[in-house]
């Protein structure tokens, strides 16, 4: 079976740095995807980690520790554009399809 | 310009009436996806197809059904079947182990 959780909202200061966790139940595990998805429009790829460790993308960074079955996404120098929701999802080996966690909306204030 | 085209972007069901959501890509991708997003969860799979002229039951395929005549379109039929089919419909096709996703569907009931 699968299971994915993520926090459902979180708040953050704009120019902070906020970090949004992911913990995954996946049986053949393969690989961990992060998308953000503005209200009303489509989730956009942002990371996919298939070896533990950090992954640095500009503002955004993704890790992945499979041992543990967690992953986090961390958003520095907070922008108000980056109010959105962020969606983890995990594929299992031998298949592309995604199982996707509830999503979390992100909320960046003043 | 490359991408995932869904339409119409606002639909509107009568009670037992048939709609077909519609959903092209010209990505050359041969894996195409549909995903129901409610408030405040994840997206669900419908109906996935790998090839043209196959298609696979997702987590939520009951009263909905597809086809796949054409590499590039995928559509989506919700039936009179489908008791609650307000939501979010979004398609999506993979290219290079990433899912891209198109702008949605939002679909409401009369």
């Known amino acids: 079976g699968q299971n994915i959780d993520q926090p459902t909202e979180m708040t953050a200061t704009e120019g902070a740095i906020v970090q949004i966790n992911c913990t995954y139940q996946t049986s053949g595990f393969n690989g961990l995807f992060w998308y953000q998805q503005h209200a009303g429009e489509a989730p956009t790829f942002l990371s996919y980690n298939v070896l533990d460790g950090l992954e640095e993308k500009g503002r955004f960074s993704s890790f992945l520790s499979r041992s543990k079955g967690y992953s986090y996404l961390l958003l520095k120098e907070l922008q108000m554009k980056d109010s959105a929701s962020y969606l983890c999802?995990?594929?299992?080996?031998?298949?592309?399809?995604?199982?996707f966690g509830k999503g979390t909306k992100l909320s960046v204030i003043p | 310009d490359g991408g995932i085209t869904q339409s119409p972007k606002y639909l509107f069901r009568k009670e037992g009436q048939n709609v077909t959501l519609s959903c092209e890509q010209n990505l050359n991708h041969d894996a195409m996806y549909w995903y129901r997003q409610d408030p405040g969860q994840g997206l669900r799979l419908i109906y996935y197809?790998?090839?043209?002229?196959?298609?696979q039951k997702g987590d939520i395929a009951e009263g909905y059904s597809v086809s796949r005549e054409k590499k590039e379109s995928f559509p989506l039929t919700v039936t009179s079947a489908q008791k609650n089919p307000t939501a979010f419909y979004l398609c999506a096709s993979i290219g290079g182990h990433i899912q891209y996703f198109g702008a949605g569907t939002r679909l409401s009931v009369l």
């Open positions: 999802a995990a594929t299992r080996a031998g298949s592309y399809q995604l199982t």
């Open positions: 197809s790998q090839i043209v002229n196959d298609f």
